[in-house]
T-cell receptor, first 115, second 114 residues
Framework: NAGVTQTPKFQVLKTGQSMTLQCAQDMNHEYMSWYRQDPGMGLRLIHYSVGAGITDQGEVPNGYNVSRSTTEDFPLRLLSAAPSQTSVYFC??????????????FGPGTRLLVL | AQSVAQPEDQVNVAEGNPLTVKCTYSVSGNPYLFWYVQYPNRGLQFLLKYITGDNLVKGSYGFEAEFNKSQTSFHLKKPSALVSDSALYFCAVRDMDNTDKLIFGTGTRLQVFP
């Protein structure tokens, strides 16, 4: 199993550009999520999905869109990039959210710089 | 509101000495607690979790954590630190109002000196 994969590893954008961060998992996990990591702030939840066709907002959803058309993929779209979106983005998945006991597995991250 | 705190930005320890990375939590009801480690330029790796049962939880790479309900703490420990343990450590707690969400602390950087 490849686990959770993310592409690209690094991206530079200009303010106003749009892009999609890709995330895929091959573990048949129902639950997938996106976090951003900023210095001194830990990880903050952007959006999450409990299954194909179901998404919901996390702590910091503004400026980001998601969709979940398949179990495997959970892309994160930046609609109009802003310098405040410069961050490291992590995708994570777990078998389900369910009771809350499940362990989340993280991808290697995408480092995004918005100029 | 549910929250988790890591009071130390950085912990320094000499190789071979015991290490402790602190975590305290605030949740309604019984907490589900997790520790993750992040090595440079890598994603987070799961170390251990407490759901119920024995207060001392053993995890990967020789780490363990002690759940203390009266002190609302879940400190990460290792009896003998290695230089290779140097990394960023995150404590997390399940949001018991919405178990779809995991709430992370701000992280503690562990530096082990030879």
């Amino acid at each position: 199993n490849a686990g959770v994969t993310q592409t690209p590893k690094f991206q530079v954008l200009k303010t106003g550009q749009s892009m999609t961060l890709q995330c895929a998992q091959d573990m048949n996990h129902e639950y997938m999520s996106w976090y951003r990591q900023d210095p001194g702030m830990g990880l903050r939840l952007i959006h999450y999905s409990v299954g194909a066709g179901i998404t919901d907002q996390g702590e910091v959803p503004n400026g980001y869109n998601v969709s979940r058309s398949t179990t495997e993929d959970f892309p994160l779209r930046l609609l109009s990039a802003a310098p405040s979106q410069t961050s490291v983005y992590f995708c994570a998945s777990s078998y389900s959210a369910g009771t809350g006991e499940e362990t989340q597995y993280f991808g290697p991250g995408t480092r995004l710089l918005v100029l | 509101a549910q929250s988790v705190a890591q009071p130390e930005d950085q912990v320094n320890v000499a190789e071979g000495n015991p290490l402790t990375v602190k975590c305290t939590y605030s949740v309604s009801g019984n907490p589900y607690l997790f520790w993750y480690v992040q090595y440079p330029n890598r994603g987070l790796q799961f170390l251990l979790k407490y759901i119920t049962g024995d207060n001392l939880v053993k995890g990967s790479y020789g780490f363990e954590a002690e759940f203390n309900k009266s002190q609302t703490s879940f400190h990460l420990k290792k009896p003998s630190a290695l230089v290779s343990d140097s990394a960023l450590y995150f404590c997390a707690v399940r949001d018991m109002d919405n178990t779809d969400k995991l709430i992370f602390g701000t992280g503690t950087r562990l530096q082990v000196f030879p």
